[in-house]
């Protein structure tokens, strides 16, 4: 469990990016942080593992204080995957590249060996195994850090902007894995703008402003309010914009998932036959 | 990365930003080589103490004397290294005393290099500095090599802070382990900022060659720099230190330390 009790931080550049955020994440849970370019979500959670300190609060990771315990030793606790891949690889093979982390942490070479083993399998890179990560197309390269960070078994896992550059499949593959990862009893917090994204995930989202958390709850309640997606600078799903140009028909346009969408239409016109 | 901190350029205005980069990097040259010439300790003290009009004038005092600390550990190191290796090597007529005031001047030394060249920087914008390299016939292929790499220096730092944080996130522990672990520990940190360096100065490339870069031979600027009087003076100033510089380097018997403090206990 996440604990983030009103914390602010500044950057030393004087830029006030958190003003007193409460936030609290349960085990298990599945949590899109979501807002404009500034809001503060990347800076909210790198407090999660430690990586920045809150000047004010405290955030509280399974009951430990964040300030207390080194990176490392959250790390092993909660995995964070970053933006650019191109910002953590370094070695000369895939393989080594996700036994780093491994090797960090001191586990034993088996256990590594057979870890590494099935982390490819599960990003299907297991053909890349001795490739050097270099070489790879920018969705491979995203797919190896990712690896890199599941390989350990980090109860919680933070994904940093995962949609950008990825071809919609590619997306459509991080989706299903990131439920699946959820289904496992995974913690999973997902960093992102992508609207279409988190409508079909549909998880719990935090909007941010400014420093500040405007709303909290269910993606279907908050992608739907037209008042706080226009405050927080993001755009309705496409299938919420369509039935909102719909009102007329007597729709309501609290509606995120394509299915259900269709299902309605189909119904009114089952209707409108009759 | 404090150590940039002390280089990096503010857009203040001050009689000193407003002077002639050209002559102000005389000034630093003169400045260098006069420290250069000295190993004592109070021609040094003199060097450093004649750097604060400057700083103060311009109003850098701040970001000065963060360079100053950034500088901190290798004065250490410096004077650590002079001590121990003067003693170990020490001839038969070397007192304590001396050594120590060598040690220090050494690393009064090393400092007021450091003072000089962060005031020259901290003072003198990207944009006047090519500018006076340009029109100092330097080609401008070489001028714009240059600001691009002083340019990019803050970026380069960002960029480090979060590969240092992305690799930390992974279990990397930069302060453990003897010395030479503690250097490897960077090698994670390293490659990356290197790759990411390589391929960012190809897209650099590539954006400026899309801009149609060098498609005239004979470039015309905006801004010319002209000396005024300001700048006169402080030509006169650089010439008139080198002079006393030389003068009492070669004339003047510069009195040790120990002269003026109680004898030491070795």
Not at chain 1, 22 to 29: A, F, Q, V
Not at chain 1, 173 to 197: A, P, W, Y
Not at chain 2, 73 to 85: A, G, K, P, S, Y
Request: net charge neutral.
């Amino acid at each position: 469990m996440i604990e983030v009790k009103d914390i602010y931080f500044t950057y030393p550049t004087g830029v006030e990016a958190l003003k007193g955020v409460p936030l609290t994440i349960g085990d298990g849970e599945f949590v899109a942080i979501m807002g404009q370019n500034g809001a503060g979500k990347t800076t909210l959670v790198k407090h999660f593992n430690g990586l920045l300190k809150p000047a004010k609060g405290e955030v509280l990771v399974d009951s430990v204080s964040t300030r207390d315990v080194s990176v490392a030793k959250l790390a092993r606790k909660v995995g964070f995957v970053f933006q650019n891949p191109d910002h953590q690889l370094f070695s000369e093979t895939v393989e080594e590249e996700i036994a780093f982390a491994l090797r960090n942490f001191g586990f034993e070479e088996a256990t590594i060996e057979k870890r590494v083993t099935w982390a490819l399998n599960l990003l299907d890179l297991t053909e890349y195994r001795k490739t050097s990560p270099f070489m790879l197309s920018g969705g491979e390269r995203k797919r190896v850090a990712l690896a890199s960070v599941l390989a350990w078994d980090p109860k919680v896992v933070i994904l940093d902007e995962p949609t950008i550059g990825q071809d919609h499949r590619q997306k459509e593959n991080l989706r299903q894995f990131i439920v699946q990862l959820n289904g496992q009893g995974k913690t999973v917090v997902v960093v992102t703008h992508d609207v279409e994204f988190v409508a079909e995930c549909n998880p719990r989202v935090v909007l941010m402003s400014e420093g500040k958390i405007v709303a909290d709850g269910e993606a279907k309640k908050i992608l739907t309010d037209t008042a706080l997606t226009l405050a927080a600078s993001i755009v309705p799903p496409q299938i919420t914009q369509i039935f909102l140009g719909l009102t007329d028909f007597g729709f309501s346009y609290d509606v995120i998932d394509v299915s259900e969408a269709k299902k309605i239409l189909l119904d009114y016109f089952e209707e409108a036959k009759r | 990365m404090s150590v940039f901190e002390g280089f990096r350029f503010r857009h203040v205005t001050s009689p000193i930003h407003r002077l002639d980069p050209r002559v102000k990097f005389l000034y630093v040259l003169a400045m260098f080589v006069v420290t250069i010439f000295f190993t004592e300790f109070l021609p040094l003290l003199v060097l450093f103490f004649l750097q604060l009009p400057f700083v103060f004038v311009a109003g850098v005092k701040r970001e000065w004397l963060r360079s100053l600390r950034g500088a901190i550990f290798l004065v250490t190191l410096i004077f650590v290294f002079n001590f121990v290796f003067g003693y170990l090597y020490r001839s038969t007529y070397t007192t304590g005393a001396a050594l120590l005031e060598y040690s220090l001047a050494m690393s009064l030394r090393f400092l007021v290099l450091v003072e000089s060249f962060s005031v020259f920087f901290l003072t003198t914008s990207p944009d006047h500095l090519s500018l006076a390299l340009e029109q100092s016939r330097v080609p401008y292929e070489f001028t714009f090599a240059f600001t691009t790499a002083v340019r990019f220096v803050p970026v380069l730092a960002e960029e480090a802070q979060t590969i240092m944080d992305a690799q930390k996130a992974r279990g990397l522990e930069l302060e453990r382990g003897n010395f030479l672990k503690r250097v490897r520990n960077y090698i994670p940190i390293l490659i990356p900022l290197i790759v990411s360096a390589i391929r960012r100065s190809l897209e650099l490339a590539e954006a400026m060659e899309s801009r149609a870069w060098g498609a005239t031979p004979k470039r015309t600027n905006l801004y010319v720099l002209k000396m005024k009087r300001g700048d006169f003076v402080l030509l006169a100033l650089s010439i008139v230190l080198l002079a006393i510089g030389v003068y009492v380097r070669y004339f003047v018997s510069i009195p040790p330390l120990s002269l003026f403090l109680p004898p030491l206990p070795f």
